[in-house]
């Protein structure tokens, strides 16, 4: 059993929240916070497996209670879920130890497949999230010009063929559609990528694949 903590400042959201959730026999809600402050208190108390954070709160904001809870507590993950896709919150979040980023019209099944993979330790990012992170980190590389991984080449065509599709933001199951193979399989081909070229998550693979893209075309 996945037990969640809800972290909104609005009580409908997280009245909404538990009654979709609670749908599902894996998960189970084990408390409410309306700011971040008492979700750190929470979170010392009951020892979630996952945090669904809110990003605008009052008395202590979720980024800050991100950064907290990651600092204290290694064992509780935190998916951020909010309506603000604001460059600066996407990266604040995910700089201070956020596993996802998600916005509130993200469908209830969506939704719970995403604590799922970040409690299994997965980066779970929104439709658009990713893109905003490639802008950010393209004008980043105005400044700073990146040497090429030294094992792009060493991937597989097959490799190459997923590492592309992780660039659009793909999930597995989208992957596993489009080349015609098991979702278990485009999670083999995910963490042979990820340790070949040193990477910590789909987030890095996606800013050297876009940041890269030519290098991976002309080798295959």
Do not use: C
């Not at 916070?33 to 945090?51: H, K, R, S, T, W």
């Not at 290694?74 to 916005?103: H, P, R, S």
Request: proline share 4%; charged share 25%.
């Amino acid at each position: 059993m996945i037990k969640v903590l809800l972290v909104d400042d609005q009580s409908l959201i997280r009245q909404g929240l538990k009654a979709l959730l609670e749908l599902e026999t894996d998960l189970e809600i084990i408390g409410e916070a309306e700011n971040g402050n008492i979700a750190v208190n929470l979170v010392a108390e009951f020892q979630p497996d996952v945090v669904l954070m809110d990003i605008r709160m009052p008395i202590m904001d979720g980024v800050a209670a991100t950064k907290e809870i990651v600092q204290r507590f290694a064992n509780t993950k935190i998916l951020v879920l909010t309506t603000f896709d604001d460059d600066e919150y996407v990266k604040a979040a995910l700089q201070n130890g956020a596993m996802g980023y998600l916005l509130k019209d993200t469908p209830s099944e969506e939704l719970a497949v995403a604590i799922r993979a970040v409690h299994k330790g997965y980066t779970q990012l929104g439709p658009g999230i990713v893109k905003k992170l490639l802008n950010q980190f393209s004008h980043n590389r105005q400044v700073q010009v990146q040497p090429v991984p030294p094992n792009l080449a060493e991937l597989t065509p097959r490799e190459k063929e997923v590492l592309k599709l992780i660039a659009t933001g793909a999930s597995n199951r989208e992957i596993a559609q489009e080349l015609y193979i098991s979702e278990g399989t485009v999670k083999n081909h995910v963490t042979n990528i990820l340790n070949r070229l040193s990477l910590r998550d789909r987030t890095q693979a996606a800013i050297i694949a876009n940041t890269f893209l030519s290098h991976l075309t002309e080798s295959d």
